[in-house]
């Protein structure tokens, strides 16, 4: 199957900034979108920010002109750049990929474990 492994989370103060990685191994055919999803807790699972096969890009408003989405589609992976970071930014941060398994040959949904971001002084 398709794993999805997150890396580049940690403490930061406020005004800080930090860089998210997500790489995609395994059986992999294709990989299609890929984002980041944040869930703070006792929240809901909300976007962050997505980007498409072709590099097309979306995001939350609370994203927009602090967070910059990109990937890297020969190695499989996407990252987050996040600047000027707020308390309000703090929570687990999620890797999604709309993929294609090699194995099944069949479109999937995958998450990575998640990433934990703290913004505080």
């Known amino acids: 199957q398709v794993q999805l492994v997150e890396s580049g989370g940690g403490l930061v103060q406020p005004g800080g900034s930090l860089r998210l990685s997500c790489a995609a191994s395994?059986?992999?055919?294709?990989?299609?979108?890929m984002g980041w999803y944040r869930q703070a807790p006792g929240k809901q699972r909300e976007l962050v920010a997505t980007?498409?096969?072709?590099?097309?890009?979306n995001y939350a408003d609370s994203a927009k002109g602090r967070f910059t989405i990109s990937r890297d589609s020969a190695k499989n992976t996407v990252y987050l750049q996040m600047d000027s970071l707020k308390p309000e930014d703090t929570a687990v941060y999620y890797c999604?990929?709309?993929?294609?398994?090699?194995?099944?040959?069949?479109?999937?949904?995958?998450w990575g474990q998640g990433t934990q971001v703290t913004v505080s002084s």
């Open positions: 999604n990929a709309d993929g294609v398994s090699a194995l099944t040959m069949i479109p999937g949904d995958y």
């Open positions: 395994g059986s992999i055919f294709n990989i299609y979108a």
């Open positions: 980007i498409s096969s072709g590099g097309s890009t």
